[in-house]
């Protein structure tokens, strides 16, 4: 068991630095890689821009390094930019061990292989600041022939698409976090498919076909899930929005935790899931389509006013409050302790 503090020389040089610095991934673009006592990393970007990106992990326990390698690295692909490294501040509870560190790390390389991308570094220790592991990252990467999009570059009449399906990381997580209560109450074959949405949550395919076919703003359905996203690119474009909430796709395994967890699917947080503006969306749809990547387009970028349309009734479109999967895990957790 760790005690508070920095982890020590020897278990991070064993746990951390060691399986950090041997893996398969080996970029020219990175000139210096991390080791004991070097503050920095560094990398060479070839003329292109440098574009960075920063978020935490702390709905989910299970999980936690392999969701911030893929949640931080989709939100530089939605730049339409490159992902090359990222670093990593990781915060555990008193009573941490090698097993939940070890965990953490295969997590971490698991998801920075399939990427390919580095781990460049960051800061590991014990705290009785936290109660469940805390992991900060931030992303360094770099875009393709100096071209990027912005959140807030939506255009007045272009379509808006999603790729995949609303809720994707949050039912994968509920999945992950309450697998047995849920399998009192669901076919067990319906939440390991749940749990097996942790594979779709890389956009970087979506992000390059969307990038070739000119799409203006992209943006990740992070928290506040679908809805919340699309609220956020019209507000950061400046624009308004009408949303097709009946055309949003929605797996059959996500309808049924939602309702076991009494939740909105359209509010859950939806990484792997992008929001795209774009002219001709059905045709981006189609590319999409025929790269194996599900898409819908579900609304329209307007000149002011953000409106959703649900079951023929038209409604205001709101800004996106807290996520629907606090609302979930920790009402399924107390149900759980209360039997």
């Not at 360094?140 to 570059?153: E, H, L, P, Q, W």
């Amino acid at each position: 068991m760790f005690e508070i503090g920095k982890i020590p020389p020897q278990i991070l040089e064993k746990m951390v630095l060691y399986p950090v610095t041997h893996t398969k991934v080996h970029r020219e673009d990175i000139v210096v890689r991390p080791k004991t006592g070097e503050d920095c990393s560094a990398m060479d970007p070839a003329g292109e821009l440098c574009v960075f990106s920063t978020d935490p992990i702390t709905g989910a326990t299970k999980d936690a390094g392999y969701l911030a390698v893929h949640i931080n690295c989709n939100d530089v692909y939605s730049a339409g930019a490159e992902p090359v490294g990222i670093l990593m501040t990781v915060l555990l509870p008193a009573g941490s061990d090698e097993q939940m560190l070890e965990s953490l790390m295969q997590g971490v390389l698991t998801a920075a292989a399939e990427l390919g991308i580095e781990v460049l570094g960051g800061h590991t220790e014990v705290t009785d600041a936290v109660v469940k592991p805390v992991i900060s990252a931030t992303v360094i990467g770099k875009t393709r022939n100096r071209n990027m999009v912005c959140t807030g570059g939506a255009q007045e009449g272009q379509d808006v698409i999603m790729t995949k399906w609303a809720g994707l990381e949050g039912t994968a997580i509920i999945a992950q976090e309450q697998e047995e209560a849920l399998l009192r109450c669901l076919p067990r074959e319906m939440v390991e498919k749940a749990r097996g949405l942790r594979g779709f949550l890389s956009v970087g395919r979506e992000s390059r076909i969307a990038m070739e076919h000119g799409a203006t703003a992209m943006h990740d359905a992070t928290e506040g899930g679908i809805l919340g996203a699309v609220w956020e690119v019209a507000e950061c474009s400046e624009k308004g929005v009408a949303v097709f909430a009946d055309k949003i796709p929605i797996l059959e395994e996500t309808k049924a935790i939602c309702q076991k967890a009494d939740i909105d699917p359209l509010r859950l947080i939806s990484s792997g899931t992008m929001i795209i503006a774009a002219f001709d969306g059905e045709e981006l749809v189609r590319k999409l389509e025929e790269a194996g990547i599900e898409a819908a387009v579900i609304g329209r970028i307007t000149k002011e006013g953000k409106t959703m349309v649900r079951e023929g009734r038209e409604e205001p479109l709101e800004q996106p409050q807290s996520d629907e999967l606090y609302r979930a895990v920790v009402p399924m957790r107390e149900k759980e302790e209360a039997k």
